[in-house]
Nanobody, 122 residues
Framework: HVQLQASGGGLVQAGDSLRLSCAAS????????MGWFRQAPGKEREFVAA?????YYADSVKGRFTISRDNAKNTVYLQMNSLKPEDTAVYYC??????????????????WGQGTQVTVSS
């Protein structure tokens, strides 16, 4: 099993940047597909980005967000640039064994971090 701890959220203005971190313990992040999801109030949890041998992004964040993995630190990052108010949500990191066709689905991930709040003001 792997335990995940997300951090790095905060309150920023539109156009600012944030970097989220997801520290893993128990197993190495290289053993899993690692993903970031987000959930805004009143909405379903949605896919943001994932990394396995390559990276995957939701259309809404492509070109602004970058997911990366540091195997030595056993940590996955989400660099978020040019933030918009619609990026406001609780962001969750997740680990799983998803195949490419299902990498965007929450059901493909068996392990979740506790979430970190990102608030972008206009």
């Amino acid at each position: 099993h792997v335990q995940l701890q997300a951090s790095g959220g905060g309150l920023v203005q539109a156009g600012d940047s944030l970097r989220l971190s997801c520290a893993a313990s128990g197993r190495t992040v290289s053993s899993y597909v690692m993903g970031w999801f987000r959930q805004a109030p009143g909405k379903e949890r949605e896919f943001v980005a994932a990394i396995r041998w390559t990276t995957y992004y939701a259309d809404s964040v492509k070109g602004r967000f970058t997911i990366s993995r540091d195997n030595a630190k056993n940590t996955v990052y989400l660099q978020m640039n040019s933030l918009k108010p619609e990026d406001t949500a609780v962001y969750y990191c997740a680990a799983g064994s998803a195949i490419t066709s299902s990498i965007r689905f929450t059901s493909s991930y068996g392990y979740w971090g506790q979430g970190t709040q990102v608030t972008v003001s206009s």
